[in-house]
């Protein structure tokens, strides 16, 4: 990109007093943001509210409960000048003299999730109010790094599960899910005394986890997909172990363990096929 035209795209940044859970969807291409910057969004992307709170003070190294520009950057005085980017305009400012107050940084980091949450809802519910039980599996799976013959299995579970009258999931209802999958290490330790004693565990006994985890309850149609998804016997029972690989995978988008995967055109090529194949 020329400098004419980053400075164009730079010069389009909003305040972050502007900033809502549609910032990047009004962005769409006029933005531009690092590698790092990259990572760290995915992050708070994954990120339950206590973990986040940790995040934050990561960052703060003078404890003053604010983040300037340098603390972001974890950059010392004597570090040359970093290129400007949507992001560190968007949060510093155009003289990147501003400030992040706690309160401040929890905002983005929440509308960041909710922007998300609802970008994926929507791709899925083509216009519609509700997404079919076929595409909350298909959405649940998404990233995750399970062998295509199990995916298809999870798929046809669910279609043979499911009846041309089921409601669909509302946005509210993929909301309370996506609340929950950001929580998903706090529910694994709630979990750990079922899976450890390989004890069957019921929807109700998963309610009672999620809303011991999450402060509020699950709803109880999301539930059963998770069942009609997960429940490989239909003895309404989960595997614990099985579902919390999923679901860590689909928290992390994939990105786990794939750091260490092969690179070039052969495997991008597979890769892609896999991909397809899912649909």
């Given amino acids: 990109m020329k400098e004419k035209e980053l400075r164009k795209v730079l010069d389009s940044t909003p305040s972050f007093r502007s900033g809502n859970k549609a910032l990047f969807r009004s962005l769409d291409q006029n933005g531009i943001i690092s590698y790092s910057e990259y990572i760290f969004l995915l992050t708070l992307m994954t990120k339950s509210k206590s973990s986040f709170k940790i995040a934050f003070l990561m960052f703060d190294k003078d404890d003053n409960e604010r983040i300037d520009r340098d603390e972001f950057l974890l950059k010392s005085e004597e570090e040359v000048k970093k290129q400007d980017t949507t992001l560190l305009l968007h949060f510093f400012g155009i003289k990147g003299n501003k400030k992040l107050s706690f309160e401040e940084f929890r905002n983005f980091y929440q509308n960041l999730q ?135 995978d689909r928290l992390h988008r994939g990105l786990k363990g794939r750091l260490d995967k092969p690179w070039g055109w052969g495997p991008f090529k597979k890769c892609v096929i896999n991909e397809l194949s899912r649909y």
Avoid: C
């Fill in 114 to 248: 909710e922007e998300i949450m609802e970008i994926e809802f929507h791709e899925f519910a083509r216009g519609k109010s509700t997404i079919s039980p076929m595409d909350f599996a298909r959405l649940v799976l998404r990233y995750t790094v399970v062998h295509k013959d199990d995916y298809h299995k999870y798929i046809n579970r669910v279609k043979e599960r499911s009846s041309p009258d089921d409601m669909g999931v509302s946005l509210r209802q993929w909301a309370g899910f996506s609340l929950f999958l950001n929580n998903l290490e706090e529910f694994s330790t709630a979990v750990r005394l079922y899976a450890n004693a390989d004890m069957p565990v019921s929807p109700p006994e998963f309610s009672r986890a999620v809303q011991t985890t999450i402060g509020e309850p699950l709803d109880p149609y999301v539930v059963s997909l998770i069942y009609r998804i997960f429940d490989a016997n239909d003895d309404q029972t989960l595997s614990y172990p099985e579902f919390l690989a999923v679901m860590n």
